[in-house]
Each structure stands twice: as structure tokens, then as C-alpha cells.
């Protein structure tokens, strides 16, 4: 008998990502003594958690995890990592925490990681503040972030400011190498179109890059994606201030999604507190909804429902084990369900009053 054939995957396994992320952050942690803690800026909270989880993080010697805000914070160990995205805020504030733990006569090693990559202007401002000496720095290379099967982002989302506003090129280069590690493991796009001024000159730094590095990585890779298109926000600026009829869009529009995640209230899921929610295909529910008009979910969802109570009705026709089995499958699938359709009620209220004012 011939062997069947395996099914060709239909897309490149972007998960890939997310684990060689992980496995530089180990590296990172490892590197630094035992305890320490990690003091995180409050816009890598969420890209991390769709990396690596507490536990983790606790397993590697992780012993408390803190929000990078203002003020000291003179409790915790003597070993100290700060992961942060490099801005003159940011700069200051771990050097007035520095200079509190100082004046506290605190025995401290701190370790400074900034993400994407290191700034020039983060260590002079540390350096004016007098604490350059005390610390020690490195860079968390954090390019593509998974969010879903076939959607990748950069979770950054200062860029359309620096560039389109105060004309900065600073996150060139991460754009740029973030393409070309896409090319070393997914192999050469087999066809490239830019358009915008900002596009284009993030595909010639790629290349110019490449002929830097090196660029054979990518010509021994399969190609697994035919063609790259690199569109400048400002060539359609009007559809990003539309408002959504989806549901996904909606969600977004009036709770907010930060890096696939969104926060349900605690009156919503009837829950003691708030719950974050992954949006992603991996949510059945979710898939098959995201995209419709926001009218018809109801009419869907309340369908689906009664597929399932029907479904579940015929239980007594299975043996113990399976019924069981089905029964427990169902229920959580139900539970998810009935969540989804309280947030579709809350975004309906939303329609006829106009939605918050998010910056």
C-alpha cells in the first residue's frame, strides 16, 4: 500500500517567533544572578505575556515582577533587570530609582535591557544623571510578535509619530533587520513591491544590511512566501479613522485590543475581576466571527447556541466515558461562547453612545 501523502501547510509556522524570542530572553535572564527582579515598562506587559509566562520567568529566577512607573522602589533583591523601550522617560525614571536606592544605601547590580535596541541618547541622559557607572546594558531584539496564524505585528507603536511627525528614523534599522531575519527563516521573497518613501527605505536598508551580514541564510531556506508589499501608513490615512462595523473592530474600537488581548470587564464574564481574553484562531468562536457585520452576530451566535443545546441534549445516547468526555468539551466551548456574546451586548450599548476617547 502507498504511503498517503502528508498536507502541505497552507503558511509559514510563525510560532517560530515567538520561541526564538523566548529563548533570548532566557539567555538574558540566565545571565544575570539569582534572585532578581524585573522591572518591566508598562508597553512590553502584554508582548511579553504572548511570549513568555510568569512561571517561566519565576523558573529562571525571576522573583518579583514590578511596572516601571515613578517613585523608588527600594524593596527586592540584589540583582536587578530592567526591560524598557528606550525613551527619555523611561531613561529618567530608572535613574532616579538608581539614585534612591543609592542615597538608601542599597547594594544593587542593575542590568538594563532596551528593546528593540540600545540608544545612544537613553545611556547620555544616564550619564548626566550620574548613575552611567552603576549599570550595565544590553538590548532584547523584540521584532515580530505573533498574534495569530497569519498575523505578525511589532507591537510598537510610537512609530507613526517618530517618523510621520518628528521625521525620525530610529526604528529603521529593527524594521530592516526585522525583514531580513523573516528572510532567513522563511526563505527570499520571491517578489517585492514598496510604496511610500518610508517603505522603500526600509527595503534598501534590508538589502544594504544583508550585503553587511551576509544574506546566504535565506537563498538555503524554501521560500514559503511568495511576495512582500511594504505600504506607508500615510498613502491611506482616511480607513485607520473609520469606524469599524466587524466585530473584531468593534472590540477594538471600544475596549481596546493591545498585542491580540483584550479586557473584559468583571460584570461582563460575571467573574470577581476583569479577565484577558486572546483574541486569536485558536478561539473557534472567535474565528468565525471576527470579520462579519456587527448586526448579524447575534442572530449567529444565538444559532450556534441552540446547536450546541441540541448537541448536548443527545448525550444519553453515549457510553459514560464519552459523554463525559463530550459533556465537558461543550460546556467550556458553551462558557466561551456565552462571554462573546456578553461583549457583543456591551458593544451594541456602544454604537448609540460614542465611544471613549483613546490616545
Known sequence: MAKSESPRRTRPDFNIFRT??????????????????????DE???PLDRIIGASVLKEHGVSAIYKLEKGSLLQGCANRLYLFRPSVKNAVMIAAQIRADQAAEKNRSYRLVMTPRRSVLCEKILEREGVYGAVSFDEFPLEFLCLDEDILSMEYNPFFREYFVDNSFSFFQTLASALMTFEGLFGKFQSVHTVGRCA?????MKQKLQEVYGHEASHRVESEVGTLILIDRDVDCISAVLSPLTYEGLLDDHMGISSGTVDFEASLVGQPKSIKWILNSQDEVFKDIRDRHFATVFTHL????KEIQSIYNRKNDMKTFERYEFATSVLRLAHRRVRVHHAAQVLDRGLRKPAPNRA
Open 200 to 204: 522603500n527605505i526600509i527595503y534598501c
Open 44 to 46: 512590553l506587559m502584554r
Open 20 to 41: 526564538v524570542a523566548k529563548n533570548q530572553l532566557i539567555h538574558l535572564l540566565e545571565s544575570i544572578g539569582e534572585p532578581k527582579d524585573l522591572v518591566l515598562d
Open 302 to 305: 444565538s444559532s450556534k447556541a
